[in-house]
């Protein structure tokens, strides 16, 4: 694993672990200011303070259980920015007392600026969101 790989690797495990606390303050040091978050399909926000209310949401659909791990990844370096396509795996509690156990492969874009890698595009569906879209 190379030095780029293993750096990004490090940011998103804590990321998930900001995630997985509920630490948002915390969670926010990793996006870029103008960052942008698939929230889900079709529904997209940007900027910290849009994204910090949207994991407030996400908490408490999950019932605050939601538990954020990743699997295997790859990381494409161009320029500034790295493409990352990693699989994305959440545990939680539904509603109704049902565990919940959901892989995805995601996609996230991350930029360097101020000698960090940040976030810049979150989208943890990858490309299902091309699952669903209606040709016109």
């Given at each position: ?55 407030v949401a996400i908490a408490e659909h999950f019932n605050h259980s939601i538990v ?25 509690t539904d509603k109704a007392g049902d565990k919940i156990e959901i892989s995805r492969k995601a996609t996230y874009v991350f ?26």
């Amino acid at each position: 694993m190379d030095a780029l790989t293993r750096t990004l690797k490090a940011t998103i495990e804590a990321a998930d672990h900001a995630i997985t606390a509920e630490d948002f303050d915390e969670l926010m040091k990793f996006y870029a200011d103008d960052a942008t978050l698939v929230v889900k399909p079709g529904l997209t926000v940007t900027g910290k303070d849009s994204i910090r209310r949207a994991f407030v949401a996400i908490a408490e659909h999950f019932n605050h259980s939601i538990v954020v791990t990743q699997g295997e990844m790859q990381v494409i370096p161009g320029a500034d920015v790295a493409l990352v396509v990693m699989e994305t795996l959440l545990q939680a509690t539904d509603k109704a007392g049902d565990k919940i156990e959901i892989s995805r492969k995601a996609t996230y874009v991350f930029r360097f600026i101020a000698n960090q890698w940040l976030c810049a595009v979150d989208n943890s569906y990858g490309t299902t969101l091309l699952d669903n879209i209606v040709e016109p």
